[in-house]
């Protein structure tokens, strides 16, 4: 079965410290993954997708499929980076997306 | 990037009544739109998959005749709670994927908040 797995619904840091949102799945195929953010009153936006393996916003998140893990990490965390971030995978067949349960991560000043 | 738009963002409705809400795509054809629940502080839960000029096909829980998907056209889908109910009261989520960026991106809707008396 799909599934999505983040841990952590609340992670809280201080400003300048470094960050990592947990994020496991479980895909009987290949897998095709995504992380989404919401900030405050905003639609769901995509951040980056593994494909890419690009930097958005000072944010990277590598795939290891051994341990079928997808983190989110940046080294140094901002105040704008307080939002909610939700990993996802993707059906190739169906193209449907399948959402973790979404940490809110806090940059406090 | 593609822009998805719902309507109406909110809708306050009295218990029994029927609402209708409306998912666009802007500049883009989407045969497949998704429709998504999101409860408060919660994670999205997929409620099913509009396929334009077909049956929706729907998740396992979700009730087909409670949530009516109608797909007519390639920039339209509309979901309808049929006999809405308190509990129904929601934010419901619509997304498509521009095919044409063939990455598997999804671009979402605002999302539209129901409320039921």
């Known amino acids: 079965a799909q599934r999505v797995t983040q841990p952590e619904k609340l992670l809280s840091v201080f400003k300048g410290a470094p960050v990592e949102l947990k994020c496991n799945y479980s895909?009987?195929?290949?897998?095709?993954l995504f992380w989404y953010v919401q900030y405050s009153r905003q639609r769901l936006q995509l951040l980056l997708r593994?494909?890419s393996r690009e930097s958005i916003k000072g944010f990277t998140a590598d795939l290891n499929k051994g341990e079928t893990s997808f983190h989110l990490k940046k080294p140094f965390a901002q105040e704008e980076d307080s939002a909610m971030y939700y990993c996802?995978?993707?059906?190739?067949?169906?193209?449907?997306?399948?959402f973790g349960q979404g940490t809110t991560l806090q940059v406090k000043p | 990037g593609a822009v998805v738009s719902q309507h109406p963002s909110r809708v306050i409705c009295k218990s029994g009544t029927s609402v209708k809400i409306e998912c666009r795509s802007l500049?883009?054809?989407?045969?497949?739109m998704f429709w998504y629940r999101q409860f408060p502080k919660q994670s999205l839960m997929l409620m099913a998959t509009?396929?334009?000029?077909?049956?929706?096909?729907?998740e396992q829980g979700v009730e087909k005749d409670k949530f009516l998907i109608n797909h007519a056209s390639l920039t339209l889908s509309t979901l309808t709670v049929t006999s809405a109910h308190p509990e129904d009261s929601s934010f419901y989520i619509c997304?498509?994927?521009?095919?044409?960026?063939?990455?598997?991106?999804?671009?979402f809707g605002e999302g539209s908040r129901l409320t039921v008396l």
């Open positions: 997304s498509a994927g521009d095919r044409r960026g063939n990455t598997g991106e999804l671009f």
């Open positions: 500049d883009f054809q989407a045969t497949t």
């Open positions: 509009s396929n334009e000029g077909s049956k929706a096909t729907y």
């Open positions: 593994h494909i």
């Open positions: 996802a995978l993707s059906s190739s067949n169906t193209g449907k997306l399948i």
């Open positions: 895909y009987s195929g290949s897998p095709e």
